[in-house]
């Protein structure tokens, strides 16, 4: 079973750094676009950066400055590297992996469980 765990969320000061992770584990054979989305409660649940297998980047403009996404394959692992944190950054961040189980299954999009990120003023 392919699961994506998600950690290093927690509670900072305005201007602070958190680094979060996402590692995937389970039998499966390749791993393509990786990402981070976040989710505040009431809201949709909005693309925060994208890493694609070859570390081609996109940002959401508003994360583009402050937020810094890389991947390690061999780890099979996402980070987001987040500084200057802002009250506003405050929300779930989630992970996300296209997965394919073996080279004749199609890319299937999974989850991780989400990890707080709270930023005090």
């Known amino acids: 079973q392919v699961q994506l765990v998600e950690s290093g969320g927690g509670l900072v000061q305005a201007g602070g750094s958190l680094r979060l992770s996402c590692a995937a584990s389970?039998?499966?054979?390749?791993?393509?676009?990786m990402g981070w989305y976040r989710q505040t409660p009431g809201t949709q649940r909005d693309l925060v950066a994208g890493?694609?297998?070859?570390?081609?980047?996109n940002y959401a403009d508003s994360v583009k400055d402050r937020f810094t996404i890389s991947r390690d394959n061999a780890k099979n692992t996402v980070y987001l590297q987040i500084n200057t944190l802002k009250p506003e950054d405050t929300a779930v961040y989630y992970c996300?992996?296209?997965?394919?189980?073996?080279?004749?299954?199609?890319?299937?999009?999974?989850w991780g469980q989400g990890t707080q990120v709270t930023v005090s003023s």
């Open positions: 890493i694609s297998r070859a570390g081609i980047t």
């Open positions: 389970g039998s499966f054979f390749s791993i393509d676009t």
């Open positions: 996300n992996a296209a997965i394919r189980k073996s080279l004749t299954y199609p890319y299937v999009n999974y």
